[in-house]
């Protein structure tokens, strides 16, 4: 805001409620409360001279300067800054065309505003005044495009396929007017996709059906050499043939491709974050804040990234001469959270000093609207937390101080520049919560229901829903962006990758006539791509969907992760906590209460094809495929057993812990009778689940007969590994550091009986640091594709319990193959 010439800002607070159906539910907050704080004044006096809102929410400030700022309603909060300046002296659109949604009820897009203030202040220069009101908007042609609440647009007609822009003027008193085209689509109306593999299309519901989209493409790029069809088809090869992608390989059979390609007006998508000004011929610039360490000395040492060194400190005032004595001298006074000076090095600080921008780039018009990275404004609502009290004043004696200072300060940790997302002003705050919610009524999930095949409405099988769908989550966006970028978005339904792996932010200044501040990026008009590392993160991206999360810990994260203590088990199924599996309330953990523990090694399997039926009260009567039927015929009359368990992931895809009652797993079952013709054999034991229950054995289920030592069924974690847990009551690394974060493999400690050719890092057990925190969260292996997806070899494959769960999930049939080709050290021990 400025203190004069800009009109009043207003901050208004909304509680988001969850669709019954449809959009969100946008309720105006009652009697927020706002605490400021002025984080550059000398301490003692970061509360003095602060900004007021008033009950109607309009800001009130005497002082040029940066502030920082919790607003609380109830217990729940979100976090901010305000920029005050003394006058706003220019302003443009950060769009050279916007493209919004057609949709007469709700206004999607929301044209960029930036400004440039008065200069030498001890804040940004240039600013980002989108939706403050300022700048009045009006649309030449309010019959296509209406212009809705915060400057949204709210598209009323189509524009046709050769795109027609409506014209956007906006107006601020005493300054140039300036204009925007605005385009609308459709993205309701039935599309058809491409097939690219296909295994059985009778019934897609039972297949895993995979769905690539593109982003970022021009039209004339999916006609290009190495254009977007091709990445496709590279990606699709590698991930069935090559080993380092098993257990994919294996179960081709059980998934079909389809692909559709989109061009539209710009290559390339939205950088949420700024960049620092370019201190090379090449154009380039680097995110603010730098995701990892500034300085090539700096790496493998103790010292922290740039982003952790943000997050602790903040940002510096641009032209501060200050040197780094004074600083760590201000900072030790500060009561900051979790700073420790002797992780700042010479070449950090003096990288620090630089991390300020001249501009804002300009959005990038893409179809679907992605961003890279997220603006510092872009704030999440974080539900695993409370507001905090403000302390009364100043004073490093007050015990609400040092709270209140970590929880303002959370303004400056924002999410990893290589973070993909749809973009807030694309997609409006009542069809879109973040990437955390499912958002099933955004205009990209609106345009996957509409798709079909031959003919066929088939879009439904990838919108998430209350019941288990197989192929929820198997959508994968190829982004055509240079910059290194991959992430699950909307609830683990949506895989999102760029096509390369750059750092840099190549950009272009400002043309004739244009503001010194306009920026925008300077893409090529091709953009290449790396095919082998594109795979590499689609398939770590997919383990996201089959409910996997990331076992890497965060470079720069340090200690436990903040809800490490809680009893209530995570529900990604390769990720355990310290307060699930701990002995007591010490660290010493309990490994049969680690969920994977329970996965048994198996030596035949095979998957029901239909529901279970009661055999005329003789037993459960299960189906398996007729061609099979062989080689389960021979156990009938015989003392051997076989075993069967339900497979019913929930909606979101969980499996683990495996349940243990009868409806759900039937152990040390006879078989009494075999059916042939229909692949059927009737079962019998001692613990018999109700007949009304047979049913929910149904196709999907996994009949099987698990490896057995001493009449013990064996788990996936070796016997001398589990004794070795029982008796150390502690995690297998040999490094015993949970503090600060590793972000490579981890070697087991020597255990009795573990033969010295084995693969150490591919054993199972328990390992600590994982879900981006090095302490108190625990994984199955120490390396894996859901810890680094780009290591070299058999390093990048997934750990034998990711694959034994991808397995479990898509054909369990394989589980016997998976066991003979991939358990670790199988041929060196039975």
Known sequence: MALSGTGPLVLRVFVRTEPTPGKYQLTPASNPVFDFLAPHNPVGH???????????????ATKVGVYLFQVRVGKQFLVGRLQVHTQLQNWWFGNDSITTALDVNVAHAQPSIYARFTPGEPVDEVGDITGHGYVQLVSQEPNKVAIGAEGRLRGLVATPDEPEAVTIDGTFPGLPGKSVGAFVVDYDRPRDVREIRISDTSNVGEMQNILFLSEG?????????GSYSAIVESVVKDMFKLRRHEPYGMLQQRFNVFSRGEGWLQNGVTTGFRVTNRKTSQDQGFPIPYNGPIHPDDRNKPIYPMDEFVARVGLPIPGDKHDKRYFLQLWASQSLHDFKPEKVSDKLFDGWKEHHSKGILFARDTFFGFQ?????????????AQAVDPPASDDVSDPKLKPFIARVYGFYRTSATRALSLDPRRHPPELYAGPRQENPQTSFMRYVRGLRYETAAIGDVWVPSEVFKRSRGLIAVIVNDPLSGGTNINAKTVAVQTVDASQGVFYEDARSNEDPGVMRRNLPPQISFVPGRVTDVVTHEFGHSFNLADEYEDAGSTNDAPDAGSAVEKSADNVTRLGVVRVGTTRAIDAAKVKWTALPRIEKSARLVKA?????????????????IRDWSGFKGTADRVYLRKIAPTALGVQLPLGTSPAEYVPELSVVDVDPSNGGLTLKGATMPQPSQYAGFAAGSLLYVPMKRSGQALSVVREDVLAFLKTTKKPMNSDPNHVDANTGPDIPLPIGGVDPGFLPRGLLGVYEGADHWPGGNYRPAGECKMRDQSALGDSGQFCHVCKWLIVNRVDPAWHAWLEDRFYPGRRLLP
């Open 46 to 60: 970061r509360f003095k001279d602060v900004p007021k809102v008033a009950s109607n929410g309009v800001v009130s």
């Open 612 to 628: 279970s039926v009661d055999d005329a009260g003789r037993g459960i009567k299960v189906f398996i495929d007729p061609r099979r």
């Open 217 to 225: 493409f021009r039209q004339a790029d999916l006609a290009e050499s």
């Open 372 to 384: 890279i990275g997220r603006r510092w404004a872009d704030r999440l609502f974080d539900a695993s």
